[in-house]
């Protein structure tokens, strides 16, 4: 138990032992983890909307989530309001997209109800009815993110995402260098440039390749952040691995790997512990 002004606060066990691997050092900010693009679930009346053969539908699916990017996650950091995980195939509700005209995934088909798939198939009937229905899924998911703002004064947030040459979209592409193993994303007014440095430094160490906003950019940062309706004082960051880096050629998670990044993301909270 700890102190605080109120009283006495106890730590769940999960807490007390993440506390132990930082040697009891003070943490400053409560680490929580966004897994958006890795849902396992297709409810009955979103997939109503799908106009091509399940098994094709499937094989979209596996291409375009994040596979098992939760396995990157260090053990004492999972789980509980650590990590939030959205549990809905992207390709039925997309949490990381922006609702109204501001998003520029919508000139694909792929805004926050998609319509395509990264090659310009279309895989559903997207009319208003089916939009309103995605939207409840969409704003139960932002809403247990802003709860947790609520609950934390301190957060920093890692944004957790893989991505592969295959499904990036023409536009994103540059002739002049291969894709990077770790895309670092950044948002000008919630990442602070220490964050970046430590993240960047830790992974060129571990051999990673590295861009900085690209192919993909920003951040994602929660609501009630976003808006300041919330006092919580947040940081975050965007890490986007090429599957390259923990899975093999099938796009099958290869353990030895994801423990490697798993360390390399625990050494990273070691070294925010004094992040402003």
């Known amino acids: 138990a700890a102190m605080m002004s109120s009283g006495v606060r106890f730590y769940s066990a999960q807490e007390f032992f993440r506390i132990a691997e930082l040697d009891f050092k003070t943490v400053p900010r409560f680490p929580v983890f966004h897994i958006p693009h890795d ?22 699916h596996e291409e375009m989530r994040d596979t098992d990017i939760s396995r990157v996650i260090p053990n004492a950091y999972y789980g509980g309001d650590m990590s939030h995980t959205f549990t809905i195939s992207r390709l039925l509700c997309d949490v990381e997209r922006f609702i109204g005209p501001e998003e520029i995934m919508e000139r ?26 995605t939207r409840s899924y969409y704003w139960k998911h932002h809403e247990g993110m ?41 948002d000008n007014r919630f990442t602070p440039s220490e964050l970046t440095e430590i993240v960047r430094k830790r992974f060129l160490e571990a051999g990673f390749t590295i861009c900085l906003n690209d192919p993909y950019s920003g951040c994602y940062i929660p609501n009630t ?35 490697g990044i798993e360390d390399v993301i625990h050494q990273i909270i070691v070294d925010c512990v004094t992040l402003g």
């Open 146 to 186: 802003d709860n947790i703002c609520r609950r934390h004064p301190r957060i920093l947030l890692f944004d957790l995402h893989s991505y592969s040459d295959q499904i990036i979209p023409a536009d994103f592409l540059r002739e002049d260098r291969p894709t990077p193993d770790l895309c670092i994303g950044t």
């Open 39 to 60: 849902g396992w679930e297709f409810p009955k009346e979103l997939m109503q909307s799908v106009c091509v053969p399940l098994d094709l539908f499937m094989k979209y």
């Open 108 to 133: 694909y088909g792929m805004g926050f109800c998609y319509e395509k798939a990264y090659d310009g198939t279309v895989i559903k009937q997207v009319d208003k009815a089916l939009k309103e229905k």
């Open 225 to 259: 952040v976003l808006s300041g309706k919330s006092k919580t004082d947040l940081v975050a960051i965007m890490l986007e691995f090429h599957k390259r880096t923990y899975c093999d050629q099938k796009g099958h998670l290869v353990q030895e790997k994801a423990k």
